[in-house]
């Protein structure tokens, strides 16, 4: 397991009873209250979270009562997936408000300590011409810069942003890892299917930088949808840790890059792999002689 900070009742005596109280608390609350949406204060972006097919209900609760909630049954719902260990869908099923809206950014919020949100952004603004850069050199990137600079000629207003979406999407061929893996593309007119999808991934109905529907899937369940790209993928990274799971083999260098290097989160002492570390020398040095030239 990667992540590394995951709280845990303070004595082993009432574990099991704290966890079926409020397993059975969230269950009954899943069943009384209908979904809702929460305000945001963040900066505008292409999209926000998507809240089709979810109907209000009349004795639905409010965004301020679903963050009430879900801040209260926090070390519960901990308990509950490190040590019953349900499947996902099992724990949609009894938390369903953390997969509406931001829910399952600030779940990660409240295991790390950070705003994934806010740091993806942060990082992105320091390095994302860096990271293009290097990729530049790089066999296979052609298309995705391709894609980013058309993106950006359609609506320039968006070109720090589009710079977003396009070093996310570099980040696993530059660690030679795939992007496929991660975000898989559909026709805009296909049904998305879970079916095989065990680990959690992203799939974007049409391309990437013209999507504004990506739907995060993981055991074969479709989890939450979203219109816009870097919200999905802060939800996709943030699933590993909500739902305590390693990260796949074939990203793993990628994921531990985001860890590590764009949320600096290091507690767990693994070692930085030789291509993250490859990675940070070429953005760094990039970002030297960028300043110089000014």
Excluded at 43 to 60: D, H, V
Excluded at 79 to 93: G, R, W
Excluded at 162 to 182: F, G, K, T, Y
């Amino acid at each position: 397991m990667t992540a590394e900070l995951v709280p845990a009742p303070s004595t082993a005596s009432n574990v099991a009873a704290a966890i079926k109280q409020g397993v059975a608390a969230a269950a009954a609350a899943a069943s009384s209250s209908g979904d809702a949406d929460t305000d945001s204060d963040e900066p505008k972006k292409k999209g926000r979270p998507s809240t089709s097919g979810n109907k209000p209900a009349e004795n639905e609760k409010s965004p301020e009562e679903i963050s009430e909630y879900l801040e209260e049954t926090f070390d519960v719902r901990r308990s509950f997936i490190t040590l019953e260990m349900p499947s996902i869908p099992e724990v949609k099923e009894t938390y369903p408000y953390l997969f509406r809206n931001k829910h399952m950014l600030l779940e990660f919020q409240r295991i790390s300590k950070v705003d994934i949100d806010h740091a993806i952004q942060e990082y992105c603004v320091k390095y994302a011409p860096a990271i293009l850069a290097v990729a530049r050199k790089m066999p296979g990137a052609a298309s995705i810069l391709r894609q980013a600079e058309q993106a950006k000629e359609e609506n320039a207003t968006l070109r720090q942003y589009w710079d977003m979406v396009s070093a996310i999407c570099l980040l696993p061929l530059l660690h030679r890892e795939n992007l496929v893996e991660m975000v898989h593309e559909v026709g805009e007119d296909d049904e998305v299917d879970a079916t095989g999808k065990i680990v959690p991934m992203l799939v974007s109905k049409g391309n990437i930088f013209s999507s504004d529907q990506f739907f995060l899937i993981a055991e074969e369940t479709v989890l939450q949808e979203f219109e816009e790209f870097t919200m999905a993928f802060g939800s996709l990274f943030a699933s590993y840790w909500v739902f305590n799971m390693e990260y796949p083999r074939t990203l793993n260098n990628t994921y531990m890059f985001v860890q590590k290097v764009m949320l600096h989160l290091r507690g767990d002492q693994t070692p930085l792999p030789p291509p993250c570390k490859m990675l940070v020398q070429q953005l760094t040095k990039w970002s030297r002689e960028h300043r110089k030239k000014k």
